[in-house]
Every structure is written in C-alpha cells, then in structure tokens.
C-alpha cells in the first residue's frame, strides 16, 4: 500500500527559531499533499494545499510567512515553521493523494510531527 | 454553522454490541465522504469511502449516506475494545481534494 513518511516524529525547539518538516510519499507520486494541524482534543485543520512545482494554497487565517511550504519533487514535501512560538506547539500532519492510483478519492496520511515549542 | 458536524462522545458500548456514529454536512454539493478511525498520538487512517447514496459494506463496518438528508453514518458490528478511538468524519466538498473534517466521535468499547 501506499505509505507516506514524515521527519521528525517529534521536534522540540525555543521560541522564536524554525523548525523544518519533512512529508515523502514513498513508493508513489504525489503532485498533491496537503498539511494539517490538530490541537489537543481536537479535530484535523487543513493549513494549506501543497502543489509540486507551483506555490501552495493557503486556508483562510493562516499565514504564509509563517508556514512556508515547498513541494520541490513530486515525493516531498516540506513545511517550516517560522519563528515559532508556544502556541504553534501542535501535531502537524502531511497527506498526500496519490494522482495515478486505483483510488482517485483516498489520502494517504503521514504519521504526524509533534512540535513543542518552549 | 460548523461544515461538519458530530457528536463528540464519548459513546460507550459493550463488546460485541453495533456501535452507530452520525456525521452530518453542510454542502449539499459535497462529493465524497470519508470514515477515519485516530487512536491516540497516531493520524487517522482510513476505514472506508463512500460517495453514493445507500450502504457499503466492509467487513465489519458499514457507511450509510444520505445525500437527501446530508448525513452520513458508520456502523461497526460486533465492537471490540480494539476500536476504542476517535472517528473522524471528513467530507470532499469540491473538485480539489480537500478534506473538510468533523471534530470526531470518541467511541468506548467496554470488554
């Protein structure tokens, strides 16, 4: 099946510096992934579309210069947390579709980053 | 009004019993619907797709959708405590491929 790998599983930093996630699809192209973050006892929310060879798209309130996204091939890629504060401490979780699979409609989901900022 | 909507839980049943979870929608354009299942400090993975109106059945799952009424359900026959988690209702509302999630269902199997 289709697996998808993010780097690192778990990252802890300082406020104010930037932290580098990476997401692969490993054993197919993925043209779309897609970024998520969950806070404590809640639900996914899609951040931003990630397009291989083109700028990602952003969901309403969230900011660009903060999280900056690059999809440079089509089987990674890679989210930055910039000058990252406490209240950025969340799950950051990548999924990818896979474009020339069986299964037009299915994501395949990361294992998740787990970001604490102090 | 939330795009997705369920009941957050948690809802217990006893082992071997038919656990229903109910997720309902915004979008009537909405295209294909989705059941996750996250156990705790994991990311979802997924149980089943549905995108006609009816049942599908998997196993021991089964969705049921209802485009007319704009909701979606999950059924899991003969619960185990092993399914014990959140499940997570996502919706495909456009030609994107954008997941729209619920904030999920938390389910307790009691052995």
């Known amino acids: 099946g289709a697996v998808v790998s993010q780097h690192p599983s778990r990252v802890i930093c300082k406020s104010g510096t930037s932290v580098k996630i990476e997401c692969r699809s490993l054993?197919?192209?993925?043209?779309?992934m897609f970024w998520y973050r969950q806070f404590p006892k809640q639900s996914l929310m899609l951040m931003a579309t990630s397009n291989e060879g083109s700028k990602a798209t952003y969901e309403q309130g969230v900011e660009k210069d903060k999280f900056l996204i690059n999809h440079a091939s089509l089987t990674l890629s890679t989210l930055t947390v910039t000058s990252a504060h406490p209240e950025d401490s969340s799950f950051y979780i990548c999924?990818?579709?896979?474009?020339?699979?069986?299964?037009?409609?299915?994501?395949?989901f990361g294992p998740g980053t787990r970001l604490t900022v102090t | 009004q939330k795009e997705v909507e369920q009941n957050s839980g948690p809802l217990s049943v006893p082992e071997g019993a038919i656990a229903s979870l109910n997720c309902t929608y915004s979008d009537r354009g909405s295209q294909s619907f989705f059941w996750y299942r996250q156990y705790s400090g994991k990311s979802p993975e997924l149980i089943m797709f549905i995108y006609s109106n009816g049942d599908k059945e998997d196993g021991r799952f089964t969705a049921q959708l209802n485009k007319a009424s704009q909701y979606v359900s999950l059924l899991i026959r003969d619960s185990q405590p092993s399914d014990s988690a959140t499940y997570l209702c996502?919706?495909?509302?456009?030609?994107?491929?954008?997941?729209?999630f619920g904030s999920g269902t938390r389910l307790l199997v009691r052995p």
């Open positions: 999924s990818a579709r896979d474009n020339y699979g069986a299964s037009q409609y299915e994501q395949y």
């Open positions: 054993d197919f192209q993925a043209t779309t």
């Open positions: 996502a919706v495909r509302m456009d030609s994107s491929y954008k997941l729209i």
